[in-house]
DNA sequence: AGGCCGATCCTCT
DNA sequence: GAGGATCGGCCTA
């Protein structure tokens, strides 16, 4: 599910306007289902009260506070019972992308890099808080947050080690547009591309 | 009840 | 490249 998220839009309706943008970068976690262990992920230990929404029904919101300050957004993948995940890295701003560089602080022309590379980034952009925002549709038409397909064609995706994470470190689940200026990170993608056709 | 640490970001060197 | 901010959640006693 990851690089087939890589391209789509996340859409947040608000008072002050539609905030948007295009997803460049994802990772995926593995549920404790799942054949490859995943330590990292935040249900590898079984259910808990944080992580509930990640063993509900798929499509739903995922959102955890992170050092006291930062929200990070999941989509849960994985039919109810089970509990994989894919987090949202980075997104390429594209709609009300002055309100975007200000919720983050920034001026109202800030540079598409600035706004949403990285997860709390993307949070803080788009507005989005675990109160507010946990567990929220993300495939109903009438929920505030939606993941949306305008069309746009999605040809080539790169895959590389996860970052910022100590446990499975090694494990190639976190995908991204190559070349792509939106994506968090210093790595290089190169040599690491395949062609999705 | 207490302690440790994180799917981060920003600043400074 | 290194370190601090800052607090909720989960583990241990």
């Known amino acids: 599910m ?32 799942h ?13 808990t009260p944080r992580n509930e929404v990640l063993f509900g ?23 109810e019972g089970m509990a994989g995940g894919v ?10 992308i002055p309100q975007m560089a200000r919720n983050r602080g920034l001026s109202a022309n800030a540079p598409h890099p600035a706004i949403a590379s990285g997860p ?9 808080t675990r109160a507010r925002h946990n567990g929220l549709d993300l495939l109903d038409p009438a929920s505030p947050l939606q993941l ?3 069309g746009f064609s999605v040809s080539e995706v790169c895959v590389t080690e ?8 090694d494990l190639p689940l976190r995908f991204a547009l190559p070349g792509h200026g939106c994506v968090s ?5 190169t040599g690491n591309c395949v062609s999705l056709v």
């Open 148 to 150: 949306r397909d305008d």
């Open 2 to 33: 990851a690089p087939l998220l890589l391209g789509k839009l996340l859409v947040h309706r608000t008072p002050a306007g539609i905030l948007a943008g295009r997803i460049v970068e994802a990772e995926a976690y593995l549920g404790p289902h």
């Open 162 to 169: 996860r970052i910022g994470i100590r446990q499975a470190a």
């Open 185 to 189: 990170g210093r790595k290089s993608l």
């Open 120 to 128: 709390g980034r993307l949070c803080e952009a788009l507005g989005l």
């Open 57 to 79: 029904p798929p499509g739903h919101a995922y959102v955890y506070s992170i050092y006291g300050r930062y929200f990070c957004m999941n989509v849960n993948c994985e039919p």
């Open 35 to 47: 054949p490859t262990p995943d330590p990292a992920a935040h249900s590898h230990r079984g259910p």
């Open 87 to 96: 987090l949202f890295r980075a997104l390429d701003p594209v709609a009300g």
